[in-house]
């Protein structure tokens, strides 16, 4: 099944304003913009030389020359005077240095942002018809006018293409078959006259059960949907992408790659799955395929629990300052930040979620410590499953 606009589509509307609440992400969102901006290197140490030469004399005859030793002697040393200054200096040229290593390393060596065309590109969406893959649809049709196909099994809830866009081509897919995927891409080269550039693998499936109680074929299937159809879409897609040497691969795994919690078993184990999938994609298309896989772009999104149907199966943490429910908006916003960036990115959020990448090498006592301080041990039940089920989860999904 393949089409432009579906009936039930046609007087859906657009939400694209992230309003994000106050929370800790926010504020050092806000720090990082303003206090900690690479411009300073340049800005600061040229504020702090006129400030001070207004404060001494009000005459720059008066006044030594701005170079070099004037201004480090106004930032560095025991006996200068703005000693706070020439740390938060200091401070923002790790940080900066910090940031374009890892720019370096992570994109091979190609410093260059490999941008999107969205007049030329195709970007292929799976999971698209809700959630965070829906957000991402609306925004790249709504602002960037771009050609987009989504492949899915559920009937899609996003708005259509505006008027003057490319309509957005749905395609009823499983992604979890190969065959399916690779009917879907016929189609795709067809319509739209070239292959995919993007592909942004937001499919995503989860249980509420314990191990032993979750079925064996719903295993298998939360497995194939959230990791084996990224497999799946590599095979089919990054031949071409290698070829042209241009291109992004986009996984959605989750916070719980990196922290498994009770009754989200078959989930956690699909998740932790979809990271190592990425890290074996990083490195072979820096060994494996020659100068062009280099150039290709490969990135991962790791969030915690994200208001959409599959999230509704969690509860809140006690303490959204800290530890908030991201908006599918918000997350959505993020996905194409990092599309338009044309840069390979590794973005775990909300920020507090990174602590849990340093579980495995914790000891016993501090592993038990972080999972006490995020509730993980209730994170998940038989009451937060059947509330999502009675909400519509699983209503979309194939019998």
Not at 253 to 281: D, I
Not at 351 to 365: G, V
Not at 374 to 385: C, I, K, L, V
């Amino acid at each position: 099944m393949s089409t432009a606009t579906l009936p039930s589509q046609a007087k859906k509307e657009t939400n694209l304003t992230n309003n994000e609440p106050i929370t800790l992400d926010l504020l050092l969102d806000r720090v990082s913009k303003v206090v900690l901006n690479p411009k300073l290197l340049g800005i600061l140490p040229l504020l702090t030389y006129f400030y001070d030469r207004n404060r001494v004399s009000a005459s720059a005859k008066d006044y030594p020359y701005p170079t070099l030793k004037t201004i480090v002697s106004l930032l560095f040393g025991s006996e200068a005077p703005y000693k706070g200054l020439g740390k938060l200096w200091a401070f923002i040229a790790l940080r900066t240095i910090h940031s374009n290593l890892n720019r370096y390393i992570r994109n091979h060596g190609h410093f260059k942002a490999d941008k999107p065309n969205w007049k030329r590109d195709v970007v292929v969406i799976t999971g698209g018809s809700a959630g965070m893959g829906k957000g991402v649809v609306e925004i790249l049709s709504h602002t960037k006018r771009a050609r987009i196909a989504v492949l899915d099994f559920a009937e899609p809830t996003y708005a259509p293409a505006p008027p003057g866009s490319p309509p957005i081509l749905f395609i009823k897919t499983d992604v979890s078959s190969a065959d399916a995927i690779a009917e879907a891409a016929s189609k795709i080269k067809k319509h739209f006259g070239t292959d995919p550039s993007f592909i942004l693998n937001a499919a995503g499936i989860a249980s509420g059960q314990t191990l032993l109680d979750t079925p064996r074929d719903f295993m298998a299937k939360v497995w194939k949907v959230n990791s084996f159809s990224h497999f799946l879409m590599a095979q089919q897609f990054l031949p071409a992408m290698i070829k042209r040497g241009h291109g992004h691969f986009i996984s959605i795994a989750s916070g719980a790659s990196y922290a498994a919690l009770p009754s989200m078993g078959p989930y956690a184990c699909s998740k932790a799955s979809a990271l190592a999938f990425h890290e074996v994609l990083q490195g072979e298309l820096r060994t494996r395929y020659g100068p062009n896989g280099k150039k290709v772009r490969n990135s991962i999104f790791c969030p915690t629990k994200v208001a959409t149907a599959l999230g509704d199966t969690m509860e809140d943490h006690p303490n959204p300052f800290l530890t908030p429910v991201l908006t599918s908006v918000q997350c959505s916003h993020w996905l194409v930040d990092m599309l338009e960036s044309g840069l390979s990115q590794h973005l775990v959020t909300p920020t507090q979620a990174k602590s849990t990448m340093f579980m495995r090498i914790l000891p016993d006592y501090g592993r038990r410590a972080l999972e006490l301080i995020g509730h993980t041990d209730s994170a998940m039940n038989e009451s937060s499953w059947n509330r999502a089920v009675k909400n519509g989860y699983t209503k979309d999904w194939e019998k």
